[in-house]
């Protein structure tokens, strides 16, 4: 096994970071006949940048033989929690994931949280064997689903649910609720990418971010709320449309399967440390 070395991430690395993490997921994806995570590199390079802008202390690379990118991954401070991921390696079987991994837990256990989470590909074994060689334990099991472009759903069942933009004033709630519900702080997050909020009886027992077809963040109080907030997302887009959903509320899948979604993978939700408050009705 090469010597792997870490440094942090700079502005110069973004292209070749996003280039390394598109090729490793799509490299993943092929194995396993998956979606792609990246549809492109330039996107890839999109979402190294806002991480990297976001949290610098949690982005890091591995450096290889000649000054090349062999590995990138990123973890971010969510409140008492830290996420970890993206993470990708030019080549398996180099140390390159444990030593990231290994390293952004340094970062975030110095941040002070109780809890580190991650998750990854159900089926794959390398993955699974990384993270509970490092005390990470499942907390959630979610089915990544696809659905077509099929015709909008109907948006029923609504039980006196209130759907509408957020407004600035909706943000605090909507930061409480996700606080109480996951223990997550992602407030800048939230305000960046929510584009529903529900409410019932003028408060705040829902939110959804969908954009491009792609769902999520999102949580509810009730499962059916997080069902017409998914109905009313897809009826506002026309094209395909993608989500990952927490099976850990029963009737969850259901509700997914109705609206015309598929499942074509299923990814486990690990943590290090403390197990969350709940596990709501969610899409990750």
């Not at 907390?139 to 689903?145: E, G, K, S």
């Not at 996700?178 to 223990?183: A, P, S, W």
């Not at 969908?210 to 709320?225: C, M, S, T």
Request: contains cysteine.
């Amino acid at each position: 096994m090469a010597r792997v070395e870490t440094r942090a991430l700079t502005a110069k690395d973004l292209p070749a970071a996003g280039a390394l993490l598109h090729a490793a997921y799509d490299r993943a994806a092929r194995e396993r006949n998956l979606p792609p995570r990246f549809h492109s590199a330039a996107e890839a390079v999109q979402i190294a940048e806002e991480l990297w802008r976001e949290e610098r202390e949690g982005a890091l690379v591995v450096v290889g033989e000649g000054g090349a990118l062999a590995g990138v991954g990123f973890a971010r401070r969510m409140g008492d929690w830290a996420a970890l991921g993206p993470i990708g390696s030019a080549t398996s079987g180099q140390g390159t994931g444990g030593a990231l991994v290994d390293e952004l837990c340094v970062r975030a256990e110095g941040w002070g949280g109780g809890s580190i989470r991650a998750s990854f590909d159900a089926g794959d074994a390398r993955a699974f064997a990384l993270f509970s060689g490092r005390s990470f334990a499942v907390v959630d099991t979610a089915a990544r689903l696809l659905r077509g472009a099929l015709p909008a759903p109907r948006v029923d069942g609504a039980r006196g649910l209130e759907l509408a933009a957020p407004r600035p004033a909706d943000l605090e709630a909507m930061v409480e609720l996700d606080r109480r519900l996951t223990g997550l702080e992602r407030g800048t997050e939230l305000a960046r990418v929510v584009t529903l909020c529900a409410r019932r009886r003028g408060a705040v027992v829902g939110f959804l971010s969908a954009r491009a077809g792609q769902l999520g963040p999102g949580l509810a109080l009730d499962v059916a709320d997080l069902g017409v907030m998914m109905a009313r997302a897809l009826a506002d887009h026309a094209g395909p449309a993608a989500a990952l959903l927490s099976t850990a509320a029963p009737t969850a899948m259901l509700a997914a399967l109705g609206l015309g979604f598929r499942v074509v993978g299923v990814e486990i939700v690990a943590v290090r440390g403390l197990a969350p408050p709940a596990r709501p009705p969610q899409v990750y």
